[in-house]
């Protein structure tokens, strides 16, 4: 069973710039770090999805500047968000900066592991990607918002497990 989350009632951008502790209230949860190795990043995983948008999550990633303030948000969905999703969520922050989905890639470098008995385990890829404006129909990688005082990016990974990330960030160049 969803449980039912007050995030969709009000701005999440709201909490960037604010202590981790404002974000605790809202989302009524604790976060912890991420990783020992990486300095200012705090997550929340639910053991029963929650909603957004009517939309199942079951994480939240924050990570924290120098002040110890919230500068970047991410949510990540357990699937794939749809129209419904896209209807409100552009009813809140009006339609996309820009769509974008892959035009081409291009293989730039790939590392193997292999294991003591010679398999390979695995290997990471690096691409060059280069994208194109596209439809919401057209199934795009990144749907982005640059808003005045904050933006918001929504990456939507597909494979085995079809799943997105709604991120918001206080603005930079890069995004």
Do not use: C
Request: net charge negative; glycine share 2%; proline share 3%.
């Amino acid at each position: 069973m969803l449980n039912s989350s007050p995030v969709n009632q009000i701005a999440i951008e709201n909490l960037l710039g604010k202590s981790i502790g404002d974000a605790e209230k809202l989302f009524k949860t604790d976060f912890r770090i991420f990783s020992h190795d990486i300095e200012k990043v705090y997550f929340s995983d639910f053991p029963e999805s929650r909603e957004l948008y009517d939309t199942p999550y079951n994480s939240i990633l924050l990570h924290l500047d120098e002040s110890n303030n919230i500068d970047v948000i991410t949510i990540h969905f357990t699937k794939y968000v749809d129209d419904s999703f896209y209807n409100s969520i552009t009813s809140q922050y009006g339609d996309p900066t820009r769509i974008l989905a892959i035009k081409s890639k291009d293989k730039i470098d790939e590392v193997i592991a292999y294991s003591d008995a010679g398999e390979e385990t695995r290997s990471i890829t690096e691409s060059r990607l280069t994208m194109k404006e596209v439809t919401l129909k057209e199934n795009p990688l990144f749907i982005y918002w640059i808003k005045e005082n904050f933006n918001i990016k929504i990456l939507n990974k597909k494979g085995f497990l079809s799943t997105s990330d709604l991120t918001f960030r206080l603005p930079t160049e890069e995004f």
